[in-house]
């Protein structure tokens, strides 16, 4: 699984507006058969940074997401909307095909 988050400050003027930005973006890569997740989330310090948390199956999964129409359309749109370089953090977890259990919280009967 390659699994990445990337934290994207917004510019305050489009802060409120981001999952609206990016909606076409986030659905159509909802929709890849190699995506097994893509969130966005804002976050509880500062209203203007996100933070996109999205994996692939694997490598093939990642390279036809990054070839694909969508991310190329919204590489190029994205800039405008942003107030500084977002950063990213992109692992590839061996063996991984999603999300685990966490063991230290379960619900109580």
């Known amino acids: 699984m390659i699994f990445i988050v990337v934290r994207w400050p917004v510019k ?3 802060a409120d507006q981001w999952l609206d930005i990016v909606a076409d ?7 890849e058969s190699g ?6 989330s804002r976050s509880t310090e500062d209203p203007t940074t996100y933070t ?11 390279v036809a997401h990054v070839n694909s129409g969508h991310f190329r359309a919204a590489i190029d749109k994205l ?5 500084g370089t977002p950063e990213i953090i992109n692992v ?6 999603g ?10 009967p």
């Open 12 to 14: 305050p003027e489009f």
């Open 99 to 108: 999300w685990s259990e966490m063991a230290e919280v379960r619900p109580r």
């Open 79 to 83: 800039p405008d909307y942003v107030s």
């Open 92 to 97: 590839t977890i061996p063996d991984a095909t």
């Open 35 to 40: 995506n097994l997740f893509f969130d966005w």
């Open 52 to 62: 996109l948390v999205e994996a692939f199956a694997d490598q093939d999964a990642g």
């Open 25 to 31: 973006f986030t659905a159509s890569t909802q929709a």
